[in-house]
């Protein structure tokens, strides 16, 4: 893939994530704690495929993004620790509620907390994207 396609895909999936996440903080005022999880995963899922793919590291199964963003990104430093935290809560937070009937219930404190920690992963995110100049 050439360099400017690369930097199409990953601008559609930068506005995605920002997408979803002005959707899950929207949803957090309606009181709809589940959706606002959802949404707040799915914005962390679309930066992180972003970010892997401008390393040239694509993948599609939800359980492989964690695996090659931990392994490209977390383990070699590129971006800090805790960013890999807030991927695997969100993403374990999200697949519980999605799937599990006898999901553990989310609060208004869960569910904030999950949002905002997104929201702390996209700016960290598109922030290494713009000093790679992947995205301006």
Known sequence: MDIAAKRTIIRLRVDRAAEDLATAQELLGLLRWRAAVNRAYYAAFHIASAVLLWLDVER????AIEA???Q???KPGIIEVEYGRFYRDARKWREEQDYSDVATKLDALTAKQIVDDTE???TRL???LRE???IS
Do not use: D, G, L, T
């Open 132 to 134: 790679v100049e992947a």
């Open 120 to 122: 702390h992963f996209v």
């Open 72 to 74: 490209h990104v977390i």
């Open 60 to 63: 599609s199964k939800h359980s």
């Open 126 to 128: 598109e922030r290494y």
């Open 68 to 70: 090659a963003f931990n």
